[in-house]
Structures are given as structure tokens and as C-alpha cells.
């Protein structure tokens, strides 16, 4: 996995779910702030809150810098039911990326997996 991971956060679930790729050695990942232009590809990490929004970190960020983002991953909370992670699936139709996968909160091992093994798959398809 090479592509570059932007993420935000909130309460700390995707700073957890990035330390977590950082642990296995993935360490091509970086925090959201307000000024950042990203002049390279790369894969969003995002939350969803009130009920169902794209939090305005995200929306800001993207404004700047969609053009390069080629995918899309979220966590959320199945206790929201419908809106479990929406905000991946409004970004992935708004900017027209793929979703690599949702999770809960900061992601089990099994959640690092797949996300890992879904980014090499996009990447083997981008090059
Ligand atoms: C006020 C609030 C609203 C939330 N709304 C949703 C929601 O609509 N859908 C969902 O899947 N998760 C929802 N969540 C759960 C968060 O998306 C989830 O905890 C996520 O892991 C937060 O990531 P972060 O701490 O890295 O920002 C909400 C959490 C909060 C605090």
C-alpha cells in the first residue's frame, strides 16, 4: 500500500484506525487541517456525524483538493442504522471515487485488513 491515507478526526477514531496502519508499517498517512493542498493522489478517511453529514473539515478539504482523491473509506456506528457511514457513500457519488470499505469506529483487525487488501487492489487497477 503506497497511496497516501488523508484523514480528520473528530473523537479520535480514525487517529486510532491510522495508528493502527501506522503499526503495520503504513506510514504514508496524514491529518487534515485547514490549510492543506495534497498535490498527490490519495485515499480519504472520513466520519460521518449528525446524522448522516459529511463533517465541514471534510467538505473544506475537499473543495481544495477532490481532483486527486481517488477513493473513499469511512467509519461510523451501526447504531445509526441507515446512516451507518453515509458520508462515505455521499463523497464516493459527489466526487465519483470508489468506496473501499466502512467500518465501526476505529476498526477491528479485520477492518485494517480489508482495507489494506481493497487499497492494493485499487492501486494494482491505477497503474
Ligand atoms: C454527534 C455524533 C453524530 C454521529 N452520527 C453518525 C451517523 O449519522 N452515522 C454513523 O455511522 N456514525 C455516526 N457517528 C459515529 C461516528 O461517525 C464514529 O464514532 C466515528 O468513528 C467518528 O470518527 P472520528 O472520531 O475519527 O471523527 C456520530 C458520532 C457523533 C459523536
Redesign the pocket.
Known amino acids: 500500500m503506497k497511496t497516501k491515507i488523508l ?11 491510522v495508528e493502527k496502519l501506522n503499526k503495520q508499517g503504513y506510514n504514508n498517512t496524514l491529518l487534515i487541517t485547514p490549510e492543506l493542498k495534497v498535490d498527490e493522489k490519495f485515499i480519504l ?1 472520513v ?7 459529511v ?1 465541514m473539515e471534510y467538505k473544506n478539504f475537499l473543495k481544495k483538493n477532490f481532483t486527486k482523491m481517488i477513493g473513499v473509506a ?8 441507515k ?5 462515505t457513500d455521499k463523497i464516493a457519488k459527489k466526487f465519483n471515487v470508489p468506496i473501499i470499505s ?5 476498526g477491528n483487525l479485520h477492518d485494517l485488513d480489508n482495507f489494506v487488501n481493497k487499497v492494493e487492489e485499487l492501486e494494482k487497477n491505477e497503474h
Open positions: 484523514y480528520f478526526s473528530k473523537t479520535g477514531n480514525l487517529k486510532k484506525f478517511l466520519s460521518t456525524i449528525n446524522f448522516g453529514e463533517p469511512g467509519s461510523g456506528n451501526r447504531n445509526w442504522g446512516n451507518f457511514a453515509i458520508a466502512k467500518f465501526e469506529l476505529s
